[in-house]
């Protein structure tokens, strides 16, 4: 669920949720009230109306013992004197906050509360005064002791006149009242508790849990740690964000990985030039011994020592040639520059210029085309005659027949042209085949004069061949030989 999804619908649920709760509790509480109202009070009808209308509801309370005492009074009024009657009346009206006052003249001959106000006794009603009795209603009288009236005359059988009293404190009620206010409250302030801790609980769960996770995961980058995973439960703002981090975790672990694998390859670098490198430097320096100490005394010896030391010198600068490029190759920076060449007539050359190198060293060299003599390719003719002399170069140092050769043929292969070289060395076992075009890899880990390089030759091949947009492989057989091939595309004229 989408952050904005989940605040929206926070929002509505912290206006909505209270309020339809509180609803239904106050709802619960009045039918509650109610029926208590109807048990204790001798309510009936619709209790509401007597929630809208106050006064009713309080003139209620008492309107059984009302009726009751208005039949006693015209039926058997000497009732009103007998202490023992009154004191049953009046039991009965305490439990509705009420008590009884009967009047007889001017004297209070009955007091159901001892601690009534002086000030509501003095006011009570005169005799036949206008109060609607018939209707029981009564009247409300303000004061120190505020309470609902309802007054009752009275004819004596001794012809005296009174009245009977039903005193309905108010003060008595708020108790009650403010229980229930104070229950309401209660409950509305649970509701609320309710309701922030079901919000808390699932903003916990979709945004804390994952900030919690991206902070731990922060800590491990933070400290070096990288093997660890960032899982993202949601498809929201926050998930996206821990897939985000988990890719940038991804990332930084490849770099590192990266960056130590460089630097692998940086030392093996170092040690394969610095020992390939020791080799011609230390039979430079003893050939140039050898003319300073006069040991070279005849001028062929001297011709055949400066030779070797111009040899020596050729295969220091070809080492420190491929370390240059070696560099430009891990930072994508090889210079290119591509032309359209004519397949023939660039390769003629090509085998004509390392002919002439490969006779003296006695080893046969074939080349055959079988394309046609107008085939063009886009390729950069420098590096692209590097990779033909990376290539013979690494058959001539594995060649270990008496008589080598090396065949070079090529063929039209539809969109490409491919390359295949040829030689009769002692080839490259089966389990280091794959890996030839790794750099620094060698299938032959001991060094010699004769087989000394960077161990990075066929890697440069590799990326050059990969830059013209074409592909390179091999086949070999141990003991028999080695097929090297590339293909480079063809250059196509677009018909517009």
Request: with cysteine.
């Amino acid at each position: 669920m989408k952050l904005r999804t989940r605040l929206i619908i926070s929002f509505f649920i912290i206006i909505l949720v209270p309020v339809l709760l509180a609803g239904a509790t106050m709802w619960g509480f009045g039918k509650y009230q109610m029926r208590a109202m109807r048990q204790i009070y001798d309510t009936d009808g619709n209790a509401y109306d007597y929630f809208v209308n106050s006064f009713e509801a309080l003139s209620h309370f008492t309107k059984s013992t009302y009726e009751k005492l208005q039949k006693v009074a015209r039926e058997t009024p000497e009732k009103l004197e007998q202490q023992e009657y009154l004191n049953q009346v009046n039991a009965e009206l305490e439990n509705r906050y009420s008590y009884l006052i009967v009047r007889r003249g001017e004297e209070l001959i009955y007091e159901g509360n001892g601690t009534a106000n002086q000030e509501l006794k003095e006011n009570l009603p005169e005799y036949d005064s206008d109060v609607l009795q018939s209707a029981g209603s009564g009247f409300y009288l303000e004061g120190e002791e505020q309470a609902l009236i309802k007054q009752i005359d009275v004819a004596f059988a001794d012809g005296g006149r009174g009245s009977v009293f039903i005193i309905t404190s108010l003060e008595q009620i708020l108790p009650d009242v403010k229980g229930v206010l104070v229950d309401l409250m209660i409950s509305v302030l649970l509701i609320l508790i309710f309701t922030a801790g079901m919000l808390t609980v699932w903003i916990y769960q979709g945004i804390i849990n994952p900030i919690h996770k991206l902070q731990v995961a922060a800590q491990s980058i933070k400290a070096g740690n990288l093997d660890f995973t960032v899982e993202a439960e949601g498809k929201d703002e926050i998930g996206e964000l821990c897939r985000n981090f988990e890719e940038m975790r991804f990332r930084l672990k490849e770099s590192e990985e990266e960056k130590l694998e460089g630097e692998r390859e940086n030392r093996v670098l170092i040690s394969n030039i610095s020992h390939d490198l020791k080799t011609p430097i230390t039979a430079i320096k003893g050939y140039v011994e050898g003319i300073m100490d006069g040991v070279a005394d005849t001028p062929e010896k001297q011709d055949k020592y400066i030779r070797t030391i111009y040899n020596k010198a050729n295969e220091m600068d070809t080492l420190i040639n491929e370390l240059t490029l070696y560099s430009k190759i891990d930072t994508n920076r090889i210079p290119y520059n591509f032309s359209r060449i004519n397949v023939a007539d660039y390769f003629e050359d090509c085998v004509e210029e390392v002919g002439l190198d490969l006779e003296a060293k006695n080893i046969r060299l074939n080349y055959i085309d079988y394309a046609d003599k107008d085939v063009l390719i886009i390729a950069d003719p420098e590096q692209l005659r590097r990779v033909i002399n990376n290539i013979i170069n690494n058959s001539i140092k594995y060649l270990d027949k008496e008589q080598g050769f090396i065949n070079i043929r090529i063929r039209d292969v539809g969109d490409f042209i491919q390359m295949e070289f040829e030689d009769n060395g002692k080839g490259i076992p089966a389990k280091d085949l794959p890996h030839i075009f790794d750099r620094f890899y060698r299938a032959d880990a001991s060094r010699n004069s004769s087989t000394g390089g960077s161990g990075i030759g066929l890697s440069i091949v590799k990326k050059i061949i990969e830059d013209h947009g074409g592909k390179i492989w091999a086949n070999s057989k141990e003991g028999t030989g080695t097929i090297m091939y590339f293909v480079i595309r063809k250059y196509q004229e677009v018909v517009s």
